[in-house]
């Protein structure tokens, strides 16, 4: 499979409309792509909290008509990242789209764990109760975005549904890059999966951007890694490594804690 990542540069200077169409047209630059994958809310700013509820759009609005239209127009798989979901029987969340190569809609996933620890996030968005994932052609993505990257048993859950390749949307802070990278690898080690991560670049909201947008194969070993600043990562893998790594060092087999408890 070829795979791009869009690691994309926020900042305020760009209007949200501006940007969606920006980013649209980089995503069409991606025909001949299998995959193509954006971060955690692109078109506002993972820390632009106060901005949440003004930019917030219905699963079907702006964001989804743009993507859906170039995903059909590339003919790839696309991630289009996350949005600030307005639910108009509940609270906003923070939703991935994902959309196939003829635009159709075939995953939403809402994020479970929020980050700000009493406020930003943490307070203004609901959390979302499903794992979700998405049977592609090659392998089955399991979906997550940026702060669920520390929280192991979420991809636990997404390999017992069948995931092979964990697909993660980020807004990830420079100052915290050396976890960034330390927890792509390990959760495809524990995992052994594929890690595709796809963080931002430049700053919002007074936050410089990790970047440093990462994938990394069934044995932790690192693919493809982006700089700093506005990039398309692309990469080639074989999906086929996963259930070959699985067999050869068969070490999910062996687990203990968090299946049914053993009888005595």
Known sequence: ???SL?????????SVDSRRVRVAALVREQAGADLVVLPELWTTGAFAYEGFGAEAE???GPTYEAMAKA???AGVWLHAGSIPERDPEGPLYNTSLVFSPSGELVGAYRKIHRFGFD???AVLMGAGAELVTVRLPETTLGLATCYDLRFPELFRGLVDAGAETLVLAAGWPERRRSHWTLLAQARAV????????????????GVPQAGHSIVVDPWGEVLAEAGAGEEVLTVEFDPARVGVTREQ?????????????PRR
């Not at 524990?190 to 909201?205: D, F, K, R, S, W």
């Open 6 to 14: 869009l690691q994309i540069d926020v900042n305020e200077t760009e």
């Open 190 to 205: 524990e995992n052994q999966a594929y890690v595709l991560a796809c963080g931002t670049a430049g700053t919002h909201a």
């Open 1 to 3: 499979m070829r795979a």
């Open 71 to 73: 995903a059909s127009d």
């Open 249 to 261: 060092f068969p070490a999910l087999k062996d687990r203990v804690l968090g299946l049914e408890t």
């Open 119 to 121: 406020k930003g996030e």
């Open 58 to 60: 219905p699963l079907e």
